[in-house]
């Protein structure tokens, strides 16, 4: 089998396994969530949330150290250089037991402000030893990843999905045990924590069995210059993640201050859905991102942009069709779960729809740049649309109440990401003119909005909020963006690529190779 051929399985199941793992954490995550708010006092629901979100904030100590080092570990393994893979890993080993205790410190530190973090002290018992427990998983979880890395760097990544898939699996079905018979919150975070520690140790086993060089114990120092490139690239992806935190972070802050906390209710059963929607497409993304960095470091610019050319491709139909499928379903979902007040009128919806779709497209480009090491060149972008952000939507909520919000988050991406992350991208990394990415983009927007439009009319029909009506929506949904989608696009060669591959793969499958 051609080494091309090998990249596109990788991918293929690299992207199969992530979107497993995803629904698997999803879908179950959704149940032990359910059983959680009926076997726990509200206290221990909102104690969950405050310690997810200090988490969440203490993650940014990572300082995308993940994509950094994956980047500089490409060469090396196209070049088959084991002494740069070993130094590579020394150095990546370090950092995260740096994070690892980093994480542990600050959190300690956090510990005397919980006062000023709860406007009340909760009724929960042992509060202190439950933050802990959620302190020492997420520490735990830095230790052994960088193995991890290396395996997903040599476009492995489906090996560790695997075991984190069956892991979480068992573990939410054990939690669900444990709070239906004990309510017993303290064993719950007990086997969080080895969850992680174990499916950390195995893919750490398999790492070891895979890449025996790993064990060796005489690793050279990388090269001066190296290590400065690493960290300046680090710095590079700090800047971007402090950008996402802040535009994901900062719309329910405005709307609470401005509009009011029940439309934060509102907004937040709609965010999760969407939110889980764009981590379902960017995990898609995200485990293809080996492939593409193992096929950059070999290969010259005119077969660079064909990839990627391909790949925008396949990422504005989901684009499109998620899209749709949000803007049709949605509201009747939401009306369904939660009761018909808990639902924004269209014209809401449809300005959220369109900033998902913005945000959606951008993951090629963004999955790109991060495969060929491009943090550097854009990374003042990230402050500018961060800011822009904040000040847009305060002052856009003036004048369009909570539609103005979400065209404040709209507006900073055009001036921003929109054309700076492609044009870093075609200037560094793909070396061609931009017009034909924005030709395509124009050419894709405008068959996405024909198909949503069909899709809308169809579904105006049955636009009652009940379960049937939505089950009708769904059918409608799947069935006319993707028929348009391949009347539109038929006659493409990028089509009938992605046809070819999965024609290939499914034919490798059946003939049982792996």
Known sequence: MSQKKSRTEYSIKNSSSAMLFYLNTMVMGYIVRVVFTHTLSESYVGVNGLFQDIIRVLSLTELGLGSAISYALYKPIEEKDIEKQKSLMRLYRNLYRGVAAAVLGIGLLLIPFFPFLMKEMPDVEHLYLIYLLYLLNSAASYLLIYKRTLLDAHQRYYIGTRYFIVGYFIQYILQIIILVVWQNFILYLWLNLATTLLCNILVALRANRMYPFLKDT???????????????????MMLHRVDTVVINNTDNL?????????????????????????????????????????????????????????????????????????YELLTPFCAVSFGETYVFSDSVLLVLCVSSYLTMMRFPATMFRDAMGLFWYDRYKAIVEAVLNIVLSIIFVQFWGISGVFMGTI?????????????????????????????????????????????????????????????IRMVFCVVVPNSAYMLFYGWTKELRWVIGVLQRFVKGRLHGKN
């Not at 969407?274 to 593409?292: C, D, E, G, K, P």
């Not at 990401?417 to 983009?441: A, C, D, Q």
């Open 218 to 236: 005489e690793v050279a120092p990388l090269d001066p210059k190296e290590r400065k490139s690493i960290f300046k690239n680090i710095g590079a």
């Open 254 to 326: 405005v709307i609470s201050a401005f509009i009011g906390v029940v439309q934060v209710g509102i907004y937040s059963n709609y965010y999760l859905v969407i939110a889980s929607v764009q981590q379902l497409f960017r995990n898609f993304f995200n485990a293809m991102a080996s492939s593409v960095g193992n096929f950059v470091v070999a290969e010259n610019g005119s077969r660079r942009r064909d990839l990627f050319r391909r790949f925008f491709f396949i990422g504005q139909w989901i684009s499109g069709f998620c899209t749709i499928c949000l």
């Open 411 to 471: 507006l900073s991406l055009l001036l921003t990401s929109f054309w700076v992350e492609p044009l870093v991208l075609y200037k560094r990394g793909l070396h061609g003119p931009l017009s034909p990415y924005f030709l395509h983009y124009a050419i894709y927007t405008a068959g996405t909005f024909v198909a949503w439009g069909l899709t809308d009319f169809c579904c105006n029909f049955y636009s009652e909020n009940t379960v049937s009506h939505l089950l």
